[in-house]
């Protein structure tokens, strides 16, 4: 059973208004959150990252909202630039799977587009 | 800056073939990670590292072996290759207690 669930698989968007991509989780035991961005033909990249004990973390044009008691994170992008156009995966750590090196787990991503 | 190199960018190999896919890091990284990308299934963990000759079976270990002689090398073996072991195969590196794993570029292995 999935544990982190990216629901859209696609997000198409307008060039300089916000983009927001949604991640659920089932899993209480996870304690921290990442975004990672990944180009065709390249590897992810780390894009920002939220403990479990904030609701907010801010870097830039990029913000990741944390809800613990609905399991629910997103990203907001604002403004969206035509460079945004990637898939982004969530990724959730597990104390529990791995020890304290707390392996992660990740969504299928969301494809997001931004047109000029 | 934390470099996590692949040793082919693009490979095509025939079934039954046994291929081995290399994964460098230069960042004297305790932990390594090897996934598969296939679209909508985003990425699955197939074996993990955290320390020299130690390997952890991932979700998706079927079909595959790995080896980890030296710290900054992780090596995934396809024993017997076969056309549904096509796919994007990303390895990772990271330190214990920290939460960022860091990604080669990936190698995109075609199996006929």
């Known amino acids: 059973d999935q544990q982190v669930k990216q629901n859209s698989p696609s997000l198409s968007v307008q060039e300089g208004r916000i983009s927001i991509l949604n991640c659920d989780y089932t899993?209480?035991?996870?304690?921290?959150f990442l975004w990672y961005k990944k180009y065709p033909a390249e590897g992810p990249t780390f894009l920002i990252s939220?403990?479990?004990?904030?609701d907010k973390n801010e870097d830039g044009r990029f913000t990741v909202f944390l809800n613990k008691s609905a399991k629910h994170l997103s990203l907001h992008i604002v403004p969206s630039q035509p460079g945004d156009s990637a898939v982004y995966f969530c990724a959730a750590r597990d104390g529990n799977y791995g020890g304290s090196q707390g392996n992660l787990i990740f969504g299928k991503g969301t494809k997001l587009s931004v047109k000029p | 800056d934390v470099k996590v190199t692949q040793s082919s960018r693009y490979l095509v190999k025939r079934t039954g073939e046994k291929v081995f896919l290399e994964c460098v890091q230069d960042m004297d990284h305790e932990n390594m990670f090897w996934y598969r990308q296939d679209p909508g299934l985003g990425l699955r963990l197939i074996y993990f590292?955290?320390?020299?000759?130690?390997?952890e079976k991932g979700d998706i270990p079927e079909g595959y072996s790995v080896s980890r002689e030296k710290k900054e090398r992780f090596s995934l073996i396809l024993e017997s290759a076969s056309t549904n072991q096509t796919s994007m195969y990303l390895c990772?590196?990271?330190?214990?207690?920290?939460?960022?794993?860091?990604f080669g570029p990936g190698t995109r292995l075609t199996v006929l």
């Open positions: 590292s955290y320390d020299v000759k130690m390997k």
């Open positions: 899993n209480s035991m996870f304690d921290y």
């Open positions: 990772a590196s990271s330190s214990p207690g920290q939460n960022e794993q860091f």
């Open positions: 939220i403990s479990s004990i904030k």
